[in-house]
Nanobody
């Protein structure tokens, strides 16, 4: 059973930065698409960033391009989301997700999800 655990959320002021981590267990790294999603109160969950762990190909939502960066650790069991120049509209519950062998440019079709970590950005 694949398990994902997010950490690193918190409260920051606008313009600040946070780094989220997603630790994965129960899978053999290689061939997975790993992604970050977020869901703000009253809004649908949306894809933020994804990475194909075999070749480091990355994809980003337009709203975070140039401010967020997704990366993976050397062992490929941890995925990071570096979030810079945070805005109040980035406030949301951030989830890590994983799927084997899928196209990372498509935000649908993820099989495994973490519990989420809260990010709050104040103005």
């Amino acid at each position: 059973l694949v398990q994902l655990a997010e950490s690193g959320g918190g409260s920051v002021q606008a313009g600040g930065a946070l780094r989220l981590s997603c630790e994965s267990r129960g899978r053999t790294p290689g061939g997975y698409c790993m992604a970050w999603f977020r869901q703000a109160p009253g809004r649908e969950r949306e894809g933020v960033a994804s990475i194909y762990e075999s070749n480091d190909m990355t994809y980003y939502a337009d709203s975070v391009k140039g401010r967020f960066k997704i990366s993976q650790g050397n062992s490929k069991t941890t995925v990071y989301l570096q979030m810079d120049r945070l805005k109040p509209e980035d406030t949301a519950l951030y989830y890590c997700a994983a799927a084997y062998g899928k196209y990372c440019g498509d935000w649908t079709g993820y099989d495994y999800w973490g519990q989420g970590t809260q990010v709050t950005v104040s103005s």
